[in-house]
């Protein structure tokens, strides 16, 4: 289950419905504005791990270098450099405690790393969550796109590497990793 849009009606009905959906062992994927939990962002903390609040957590649009965690211990961003420059909107400080998510990866935001990607885990259920993807060019990013259609297939609890021959890193593109691994 895929959302991308920003639910200002989470209640406990559809709360209910996503944990018997993470019950069953399905996966969540939760990009950008999904991530906002009004009117109850602890409420969508405990599907989703961390969750974002309207009116309370910051954000801005500008050049960002994101921190991959641990870029080859986890299949979502196993082969992906330690950072990465992406220009997009990400949002902090966010609601849950961090602690009980696994990061993928984060930006320093007044002096903190905040994350930005991450995994959570509840019951049989796995959820990947996606700060970025406010812009369109983000979308237009073969390496969001990778990190995207990873972690899809993570949270579905498939083979990631059935994709590889769509997700891979190309060759060529390992230059165009490399430079874009710091902030011009």
């Not at 903190?112 to 993807?133: A, H, L, N």
Request: glycine share 8%; charged share 20%; hydrophobic share 40%.
């Amino acid at each position: 289950l895929v959302f991308y849009y920003w639910n200002r009606e989470w209640n406990a009905a559809k709360m209910q419905q996503l944990d018997e959906f993470l019950a069953k062992g399905s996966g969540i994927v939760s990009l950008h504005s999904a991530c906002i939990g009004n009117p109850d962002p602890l409420a969508l903390t405990e599907r989703i791990g961390l969750a974002s609040e309207s009116g309370k957590t910051k954000y801005l649009h500008a050049p960002i270098d994101l921190n991959f965690v641990a870029p080859t211990n986890h299949p979502i961003t196993r082969g992906l450099p330690d950072r990465l420059f992406f220009i997009d909107e990400p949002y902090w400080p966010l609601q849950g405690d961090p602690s009980k998510v696994n990061v993928l990866a984060s930006v320093k935001l007044d002096g903190k790393d905040q994350p930005i990607f991450w995994t959570f885990e509840k019951g049989k259920g796995r959820v990947f969550v996606s700060v970025f993807g406010h812009f369109t060019w983000t979308w237009e990013d073969p390496l969001f796109q990778i990190l995207v259609l990873r972690g899809i297939r993570w949270a579905g609890g498939t083979d990631i590497a059935r994709l590889q021959n769509l997700v891979a890193i190309p060759e060529p593109a390992q230059a165009a990793v490399s430079a874009r691994t710091s902030s011009q």
